[in-house]
């Protein structure tokens, strides 16, 4: 969460009850209201899949957690190596890890969390060396083996592709085809 994001104010509340009734979820997360300058001002929503079957096969594709959503038990985590400091999107990589592993997620169908973005959020997302970290995260991925190698070409060739295109184009895919 960064310091211009602003929690719901139920959101811990809601997220420990959640894992307190669900003894079999490991990590839940919840959606983000995406805002621009005033909370007023709501511009999208990252609506991500509740149910953890669900999260799993769409995981194979994208992230399946909004990151700054997250609440885990922490016995879990560290039973799969907890975050690696060295590596790039540890998050989704520990995601990955979780779930080979057999542990379950599950989103929270409201915004539990408001996010300020900008048109640099886009363009932070776009370049090859952006594009060089998801092929590194994907090749982790293919090695243990949470995707198969069909999935990895698609997965990487998508992502080649939206890195390189104008951030223009990359800002209207976000909002059109991600959100």
Same mark, same amino acid.
């Given at each position: #969460?960064d310091a211009?994001?602003?929690?719901?104010?139920? &959101?811990?509340?809601k997220q420990v009850a959640f894992l307190?009734?669900?003894?079999?979820?490991?990590?839940?997360g919840?959606?983000i209201?995406?805002?621009? /300058?005033?909370?007023?001002n709501?511009?999208?929503?990252?609506? %991500?899949? *509740? /149910?953890p079957?669900? %999260?799993?096969?769409? *995981?194979?594709? &994208?992230c399946? !957690?909004?990151?700054?959503?997250? #609440?885990?038990?922490?016995?879990?985590?560290l *039973?799969v190596g907890?975050?690696?400091?060295?590596?790039?999107?540890?998050?989704?990589q %520990?995601?990955?890890r979780?779930? +080979?592993?057999?542990?379950k997620?599950?989103?929270?169908?409201?915004? !539990? !969390?408001?996010?300020?973005i900008?048109?640099a959020?886009?363009?932070?997302?776009?370049?090859?060396?952006y594009?060089?970290i998801?092929f590194a +995260?994907? &090749?982790?991925?293919?090695r $243990?083996?949470? $995707?198969? &190698?069909?999935e990895?070409?698609r997965?990487?060739s %998508?992502?080649?592709f939206?890195r390189l295109?104008?951030?223009? !184009?990359?800002?209207?895919?976000?909002?059109?085809?991600?959100?």
């Amino acid at each position: #969460m960064d310091a211009d994001d602003i929690c719901h104010p139920s &959101r811990f509340e809601k997220q420990v009850a959640f894992l307190d009734s669900h003894p079999e979820i490991s990590v839940v997360g919840s959606w983000i209201a995406e805002f621009q /300058d005033t909370l007023d001002n709501i511009v999208s929503y990252r609506k %991500l899949p *509740a /149910d953890p079957d669900e %999260l799993f096969s769409f *995981a194979k594709r &994208r992230c399946p !957690l909004n990151h700054p959503t997250v #609440m885990f038990r922490k016995d879990d985590v560290l *039973a799969v190596g907890n975050y690696d400091p060295y590596a790039n999107q540890q998050d989704y990589q %520990l995601w990955a890890r979780l779930l +080979v592993n057999g542990y379950k997620f599950a989103n929270i169908q409201e915004s !539990l !969390l408001f996010m300020r973005i900008s048109s640099a959020l886009f363009k932070r997302r776009g370049g090859i060396n952006y594009g060089k970290i998801e092929f590194a +995260v994907q &090749r982790d991925f293919l090695r $243990i083996g949470f $995707i198969n &190698r069909v999935e990895f070409v698609r997965n990487v060739s %998508l992502r080649m592709f939206v890195r390189l295109m104008p951030n223009s !184009l990359r800002k209207l895919f976000y909002k059109r085809l991600l959100r």
